[in-house]
């Protein structure tokens, strides 16, 4: 009988439709219905965003820690952190995230990263000396100034009065107040992004994020002028040039107010969790790697999940197998950067929207598929 052969699963969450566990459960039934030919080693993985908790909290022998804070909107909502050691790992999609809203309440004006804020000062009062705040999937475009006033710091508008925390207030902000913050002089940040945008401009956090947010033209020029003149605050406050932040534009700006203002690095959030999950070592003796992705295109390889994983692998010489849910432009890219081969569940356009509706049905055909044409111990 030829020797088991060895999969290491390690593939994103389908936002919305499939989750890593799902995922992994699946493939899990595909050993089984293997007999006995193939071994699947499941792995919690993700690259910033939806799944990062668990995917860390697995991974480091972690706990969630339950808690209250404010959604984008200022209303109190159930939420959570992670724990490991002496450090603590905050998701903005958790607190501050654009799937917390409806569709009619996104507007970048309006929302505010408060909760986040109130989860890092949380984690900090329990003890935390080594914050990470993943940045993904934020309904903000307040630059930060939400969390940054939930730890204290006061934004002065030019009546005097302090921020509240929210986008609109960004162009009346004349000077920052730090008086109260003397309690994070001893703490490590770091900050997980995968983008690597400045704060203003046309590549920007305003004028590339804002729209998905809720953004219309007028209001993406007043967010813009208020990261300009936040900027300028910023430089007169800590002496620093705020679009020099390589991903300051990340979560509405907030990459930039927490860099700067916290002194915080900013970190490729995929090679952050492939370290914190231990993946090289955990793929030294797979066979091959199944990786995945609700969509693959020309972007996929430019600070997704998929590209991390094949820049791992590639350093191994191990061959991996992408499951995803639809092919879009430019995909064939990822194959000259090691993908062996790649099974869409969404056979063509039209097959989008059931594939969707039906996840798990479509996911499991194109693993049978890619068991069938690629992993099968013949």
Same mark, same amino acid.
């Given at each position: 009988?030829?020797?088991?052969?060895?999969?290491?699963?390690?593939?994103?969450?389908?936002?919305?439709?499939? %989750?890593?566990?799902?995922?992994?459960? *699946?493939?899990?039934?595909?050993?089984?219905?293997?007999?006995?030919?193939?071994?699947?080693?499941?792995?919690?993985?993700? +690259? =910033?965003?939806?799944?990062?908790?668990?995917?860390?909290?697995?991974?480091?022998?972690?706990?969630?820690?339950?808690?209250?804070?404010?959604?984008?909107?200022?209303?109190?909502?159930? @939420?959570?952190?992670?724990? &490991?050691? +002496?450090?603590?790992?905050?998701?903005? %999609?958790?607190?501050?995230?654009?799937? $917390?809203?409806?569709?009619? #309440?996104? +507007?970048?004006?309006k929302?505010?990263?408060f909760?986040?804020? #109130?989860?890092?000062?949380?984690? *900090?009062?329990?003890?935390?000396k080594?914050? $990470?705040?993943?940045? =993904?999937?934020?309904?903000?475009?307040?630059?930060?100034?939400g969390?940054l006033?939930?730890?204290? /710091?006061? /934004?002065?508008?030019?009546?005097? %009065?302090?921020?509240?925390? !929210?986008?609109?207030?960004?162009?009346?902000?004349?000077?920052?107040?730090?008086?109260? @913050?003397?309690?994070?002089?001893?703490?490590? /940040?770091?900050?997980?992004?995968?983008?690597?945008?400045?704060?203003t401009?046309? &590549?920007?956090?305003?004028?590339?994020?804002?729209?998905?947010?809720?953004?219309?033209?007028?209001?993406? #020029?007043?967010?813009?002028?208020?990261? !300009?003149? &936040?900027?300028?605050?910023?430089g007169e406050?800590?002496?620093?040039?705020?679009?020099?932040?390589?991903?300051? =534009?990340?979560?509405?700006?907030?990459?930039?107010?927490?860099?700067?203002?916290?002194?915080?690095? !900013?970190?490729?959030g995929?090679?952050?969790? $492939?370290?914190?999950?231990?993946?090289d070592?955990? *793929?030294?003796?797979? +066979?091959? !790697?199944?990786?995945?992705e609700?969509?693959?295109?020309?972007?996929?390889?430019?600070?997704?999940?998929?590209?991390?994983? $094949?820049?791992?692998?590639?350093?191994?010489?191990?061959?991996v197998?992408?499951?995803?849910?639809?092919l879009?432009?430019?995909?064939e890219?990822?194959?000259?950067e090691?993908?062996?081969?790649?099974?869409?569940m969404a056979?063509?356009?039209?097959?989008?929207?059931?594939?969707?509706?039906?996840?798990?049905?479509?996911?499991?055909?194109?693993?049978?598929?890619?068991?069938a044409? &690629?992993?099968k111990?013949?």
């Amino acid at each position: 009988m030829a020797e088991k052969q060895k999969i290491v699963i390690a593939s994103d969450s389908f936002k919305g439709s499939l %989750s890593c566990a799902e995922i992994n459960e *699946i493939w899990h039934n595909i050993a089984r219905e293997s007999g006995g030919t193939i071994e699947v080693v499941p792995l919690l993985v993700a +690259d =910033g965003g939806d799944g990062t908790l668990d995917a860390v909290i697995s991974a480091k022998n972690g706990k969630s820690v339950k808690c209250k804070a404010f959604d984008p909107l200022f209303r109190k909502i159930n @939420t959570r952190y992670g724990v &490991f050691g +002496d450090a603590a790992i905050i998701s903005v %999609s958790e607190v501050s995230g654009l799937a $917390l809203i409806s569709e009619s #309440e996104r +507007d970048p004006l309006k929302t505010t990263s408060f909760g986040t804020g #109130e989860l890092i000062k949380q984690a *900090i009062i329990s003890g935390a000396k080594n914050v $990470l705040v993943t940045l =993904g999937g934020s309904a903000t475009n307040d630059c930060g100034i939400g969390a940054l006033t939930a730890l204290g /710091f006061k /934004f002065v508008k030019k009546d005097g %009065s302090p921020c509240r925390g !929210i986008g609109e207030e960004l162009e009346d902000i004349v000077s920052i107040d730090d008086t109260d @913050t003397a309690y994070l002089n001893n703490v490590n /940040f770091t900050l997980l992004c995968d983008v690597t945008n400045p704060l203003t401009g046309s &590549f920007g956090a305003a004028r590339v994020f804002a729209r998905q947010k809720g953004a219309d033209d007028k209001t993406i #020029e007043r967010l813009e002028r208020g990261a !300009i003149n &936040f900027k300028r605050v910023l430089g007169e406050k800590y002496g620093k040039n705020a679009d020099e932040t390589v991903g300051g =534009g990340a979560a509405g700006g907030m990459g930039a107010g927490l860099a700067i203002v916290l002194g915080a690095k !900013i970190s490729s959030g995929i090679e952050e969790i $492939l370290n914190l999950i231990d993946f090289d070592e955990k *793929i030294k003796t797979a +066979d091959y !790697i199944v990786t995945g992705e609700g969509r693959i295109d020309f972007q996929s390889k430019d600070g997704k999940l998929i590209s991390g994983i $094949l820049r791992h692998a590639k350093a191994q010489n191990k061959k991996v197998v992408a499951v995803v849910g639809s092919l879009g432009e430019g995909y064939e890219a990822l194959l000259s950067e090691g993908l062996t081969a790649v099974f869409p569940m969404a056979k063509d356009k039209t097959e989008v929207s059931a594939a969707i509706a039906h996840a798990r049905k479509y996911y499991e055909r194109a693993a049978k598929t890619a068991y069938a044409t &690629f992993l099968k111990n013949t």
